[in-house]
């Protein structure tokens, strides 16, 4: 028998399910996922009512995710599945409640890039809108990771990521005028690399 569970939200991320668990969307309409991939991420939003968007570089992927929504939600209009960039988002400002963004920011190539990449992803938020952002962080591991420069680092699981530390989410979050509705969170996996989550709400 398939896992109910899995059958309801997909192989979405556990602490996009916690935001779910605790009823922060409730009042929300529109969501998109910036780098959604092949929609692990917007299974739940397809199956209950919501109006979903996605963008990502990957043609192949936004192709799977039209199939996607095409068998979950016959309504949801294809053409908001489009290709594109983080940081180039096809879209007018204000437009949506939810934005997710996955495991995206940390692809950053430089500290210009990433700012670019945020402030695209924040400008189509509506205000009183959520951002959910997934990015790898440094956070619990700064001497284990080596400095490439303009932010990049390589960390020990040998990959070469953009991280953040708790300092420039904060300071990003006071930046762009918005205010955490969930605590920084970060996840060790065995000190080979860390994944935190950043949890902030368009205050205007």
């Known amino acids: 028998m398939k896992n109910k569970l899995q059958e309801s939200f997909g192989n979405i991320d556990i602490y996009l399910f916690d935001q779910l668990l605790k009823g922060t969307f409730d009042d929300c309409k529109s969501v998109i996922d910036v780098g959604c991939g092949y929609g692990r991420n917007i299974v739940y939003f397809l199956k209950s009512g919501f109006e979903v968007f996605g963008v990502d570089q990957n043609a192949a992927a936004i192709g799977e995710?039209?199939?996607?929504?095409?068998?979950?939600?016959?309504?949801?209009?294809?053409?908001?599945?489009?290709?594109?960039?983080?940081?180039?988002?096809?879209?007018?400002?204000?437009?949506?409640?939810?934005?997710?963004?996955?495991?995206?920011?940390?692809?950053?190539?430089?500290?210009?890039?990433?700012d670019r990449m945020v402030r695209s992803v924040w400008r189509i938020l509506k205000p009183g809108g959520y951002m959910f952002a997934r990015l790898a962080s440094n956070i619990g591991i700064e001497n284990l990771v080596v400095d490439l420069g303009n932010g990049r680092c390589r960390l020990p699981d040998g990959s070469d990521r953009f991280l953040v530390d708790q300092q420039t989410l904060l300071d990003y979050t006071k930046k762009l005028n918005g205010q955490l509705f969930e605590p920084i969170k970060t996840t060790n996996v065995q000190n080979l690399r860390c994944m935190t989550t950043w949890c902030v709400r368009k205050m205007g």
């Open 65 to 114: 995710v039209k199939k996607l929504s095409k068998q979950l939600a016959p309504a949801n209009p294809l053409e908001n599945f489009r290709v594109a960039l983080a940081e180039a988002l096809p879209f007018g400002d204000y437009t949506f409640d939810v934005a997710i963004s996955s495991a995206v920011f940390h692809f950053a190539k430089s500290e210009e890039h990433f």
